[in-house]
């Protein structure tokens, strides 16, 4: 299939959302390639050949519309895999919001920090939101399946001891990291993300040293599931006995559980359920961070008995 052209895609075009949404159903068979000089050049006229695609990677003045993002460029990249390019602009805008979520990074890291080692395999690193808090470790080995969000944890943690693949935690390829002496695996947020997230945990059990810890993170409560989950495109939402009972499928030793940002159900609740919102604003984003030290020590006096995530924190077999 011959993808169509680019079309006027010049710096602050107003058809950029328009060519992007169509452009999305294309194949594009050529590799990664030019990205960072293609896009200083794109605003002298520069245009891709026909079966490369630009996908906005960090943007300002963001909407959110018809699931595509419009902005203005800062900066791009030329990605070949068109599901890819169909997908990411909302888990990057996701990421993104996120970033300037500083707080509430460092409360997601605060859940895992003590059974973090000095060897690490993070999966779903994306951009690296969560990993910045361990990345000056021994080594961090970044997994993702977008290219383009592991393009910018590249850039952000040049010169630290930090190397990203692009790839699937399901894969069989993940076993070329059981000779790395890996003893913590980082999965946050990505198992609702994957259609067999057994096969998931076996994999990432597998790859740990024997007896090393795995450090998750998944979303809980099934009558939460909305929009929001889907355009994210979440297979699921978890309940405890449900993530008990994989865990123990995959030979998984639950060494410490809780819930996590109770007050975070309310907030779902209200722009899923019933505003059927698909993107939090980065207004609500930076709303919410600023009572995150207030929910913090709220959660650290009383350990809630509900939340929006569920934190796992489980030793693998000792042998493999």
């Known amino acids: 299939m011959v993808a169509p052209r680019i079309g006027n895609l010049s710096r602050g075009s107003r058809n950029r959302r328009h060519d992007l949404h169509h452009l999305g159903q294309a194949q594009f068979p050529r590799p990664l390639c030019g990205a960072r000089s293609a896009a200083r050049s794109y605003a002298h006229g520069y245009r891709p050949p026909a079966d ?86 021994e080594i961090v080995v970044g997994l993702d399946v977008m290219e383009e969000e592991l393009a910018v944890a590249r850039r952000r943690f040049a010169g630290k001891n930090f190397e990203a693949h692009l790839m699937d935690v399901s894969s069989d390829a993940l076993g070329q990291f059981r000779d790395r002496s890996l003893d913590t695996v980082v999965c946050l947020n990505v198992l609702e993300h994957v259609e067999d997230d057994v096969h998931a945990l076996r994999n990432m059990a597998r790859t740990v040293l024997p007896g090393g810890r795995l450090c998750l993170l998944v979303p809980v409560n099934k009558w939460l599931f909305g929009p929001m989950d889907s355009v994210d495109h979440h297979y699921r939402r978890y309940t405890r006995r449900e993530m008990n009972a994989k865990l123990a499928e995959a030979g998984l030793e639950v060494e410490h559980q809780n819930y996590f940002n109770m007050l975070g159900i309310a907030a779902w609740f209200f722009n899923n359920r019933i505003l059927k919102k698909s993107l939090a604003t980065p207004v609500e984003y930076s709303l919410y961070d600023t009572l995150v030290p207030v929910l913090q020590a709220i959660e650290r006096a009383m350990p809630p008995p509900a939340g929006l995530s569920l934190v796992s924190i489980c030793r693998a077999p000792h042998s493999r």
């Open 52 to 137: 490369v695609l630009v996908v906005p990677l960090e943007y300002f003045e963001h909407q959110y519309q018809d699931h595509v993002l419009a902005g203005t460029w800062q900066e791009s990249l030329l990605v070949a895999d068109a599901t890819l390019a169909a997908t990411s602009p909302v888990s990057l805008e996701i990421q993104s919001r996120l970033a300037n979520a500083e707080n509430y990074n460092r409360w997601i890291f605060s859940q895992i920090a003590p059974y973090v080692g000095r060897r690490i395999l993070d999966v779903g690193c994306a951009i690296g939101n969560i990993t910045q808090f361990y990345v000056d470790r």
